[in-house]
């Protein structure tokens, strides 16, 4: 036993936004899985029954019955799964949940919502009806598809942050904010207020992250890890700059987090939810 994955690319324009669209339904890998940050942003529409997150250590765990969006984060959050879950939702590009929020993305970071408090009891509810009795994981991500096309709105500064966005992503996050709004033609300041309206971070936030989910990206697992050699290509300053990074992005040391991502891989081969999140149980 295990889970049912199925995801596709949208079409136009919502591929300008979201990575993919995606349908989860099964038994999680584990009861608690950790995401670090990533450069991205999450929407989930829940149809099974509620998880939970607790978005940082400090924080209490919250149920979500609905679902959540998520923008940007800057630190590791935790989900609790139920036993089975189900659901459909979109890994989001890091501007392009701005379109279809009701408020900047800066007052959300760090900080999920419901789904509900985003769009409304009343057409969250009819969404989750649909969703729920439509013919299977592909007709439900059409669905899905249908409903962010319809709710997508025109977004003031939404090329400048989704152009500079992509140089940053280009460069594996090594790269100089100043020389990013320069060659924009704005200042660094006006960048940074349209990099919190819309993505809920700045760019050199932004770029922090990106930097830090290229190196994870590509460690091998499966044979020894050469930690200095590492931090040098991703362009890190040196491996204790590196480490530190490590342990505010994980909360684990770079030797730990090797140890539990390959726990997963064992216990777990070829699972689709292996390549960014952690157990945590």
Known sequence: MGVEYVSRVPRPPLDGLIDDLYYLAGAPPYARLTLPPMPGALLIVNLGPPFRIRAGADIETAEYPDGCVITTPTRAFEFGYPPRTRSVGAHVKPWGLAPFLPMPAAELCDRPV??????????????????????????????LEEELTRRLCETAGLGLVRHTSSVIAAAGGAVAIGDLSAAAGVSSTHLAQRFKELVGVTPKRLARTQRFTAAMLAIDFAGPIDWGELANGAGYFDQAHFGHEFRAFTGLTPTRYAEVRRRFLREHPGSALDGWPLPAD
Do not use: F, N, S
């Not at 989750?128 to 299977?136: K, V």
């Open 114 to 143: 419901t789904v509900e408090q985003v769009w409304g009891r009343p057409a969250v509810a009819e969404l989750r009806d649909r969703l729920a009795t439509a013919a299977g994981p592909h007709e439900m991500l059409t669905l």
